[in-house]
């Protein structure tokens, strides 16, 4: 179960990610913080993902090592505050009027096998917490 924690922590970990990519790091948070367009009710809800983020990432965290002994259902409950900002992310273009990045952004945003790098990142993400409890079903 030890390698399960470890996966889990990692992606509680990028959680911190939306916050450096859309705040910190000049070439991708002019598409989101540092963006002139953007109206600051856009920027508020940026911030709250942001924050949502870092929030859930540090709770499944302290899942993972303030209860012990940990538990499956200890780690489920982590993995399940873990994936959340990132489940999250996967189902927001099912809403009418979103998209991964703005028009003015499509043509020098990378696509790695046709994916968004959030996207790429998300379905990554959720991966290794399926990996994770894969491994430590044996323990349940």
């Known amino acids: 179960m030890q390698i ?8 509680c970990v990028l959680g911190v990610g939306g916050f450096v990519a859309d705040f910190v790091l000049w070439e ?19 911030a709250q993902t942001m924050l949502m983020g870092i929030g859930l ?3 499944g965290i302290l899942i993972l090592f303030v209860y012990r ?3 499956i259902s200890g ?3 982590a993995s399940g505050a873990a994936s959340l900002y990132w489940v999250t992310m996967v189902l927001a ?3 009418p009027e ?7 952004f499509r043509a020098s945003t990378p696509r790695w096998f046709g994916l968004h790098p959030q996207q790429l990142l998300a379905y990554a993400a ?15």
Request: glycine share 4%; charged share 15%.
């Open 4 to 11: 399960a924690r470890w996966l889990v922590v990692f992606v």
């Open 28 to 46: 991708t948070a002019r598409q989101h913080m540092k963006n002139p367009a953007w109206p600051k009710h856009a920027k508020f809800h940026n």
């Open 57 to 59: 990432g540090l709770l």
């Open 69 to 71: 002994p940990l538990t």
């Open 75 to 77: 780690l489920l409950l």
């Open 93 to 95: 273009p099912l809403f």
């Open 98 to 104: 979103t998209a991964w990045n703005d028009p003015e």
């Open 126 to 140: 959720i991966g290794m917490l399926a990996f994770g409890l894969l491994l430590s079903w044996e323990y349940r």
